[in-house]
């Protein structure tokens, strides 16, 4: 069993800036890429960013010189430091691991429940 623990949502104006946390807990025998996904209003679950276990990282373009993924390989734990936020940046963000469990052998993603994020204009 694993459990992803997201902190960090909440109300800013634009231009202000927030960051968000998620810890990774339970049967973990390791942990690969980790990650943020958002989902805006009316829209589809997007990639925002994206970190390997050896500091791999890729953004989506709309947050690149903005947003700021890292992690914690020792706590399992993945920041995404967001600046200059803007109203589209406004959405549900979903913490992503990719995990494998002492239990079972397959590599299996995971999401957090969601933490919102609403940018004021």
């Known amino acids: 069993q694993v459990q992803l623990v997201e902190s960090g949502g909440g109300l800013v104006q634009t231009g202000e800036s927030l960051g968000l946390s998620c810890t990774a807990s339970g049967d973990i025998a390791n942990v690969y890429d980790m990650g943020w996904d958002r989902q805006r209003p009316g829209k589809q679950r997007e990639s925002v960013a994206r970190i390997s276990r050896d500091g791999d990282i890729k953004y989506a373009d709309s947050v690149k010189g903005r947003f700021a993924v890292s992690r914690d390989n020792a706590e399992h734990i993945v920041v995404l430091q967001m600046t200059s936020l803007k109203p589209e940046d406004t959405a549900t963000y979903f913490c992503?691991?990719?995990?494998?469990?002492?239990?079972?052998?397959?590599?299996?993603?995971?999401w957090g429940q969601g933490t919102p994020v609403t940018v004021s204009s």
């Open positions: 992503y691991v990719q995990i494998r469990m002492t239990v079972d052998p397959r590599t299996i993603g995971y």
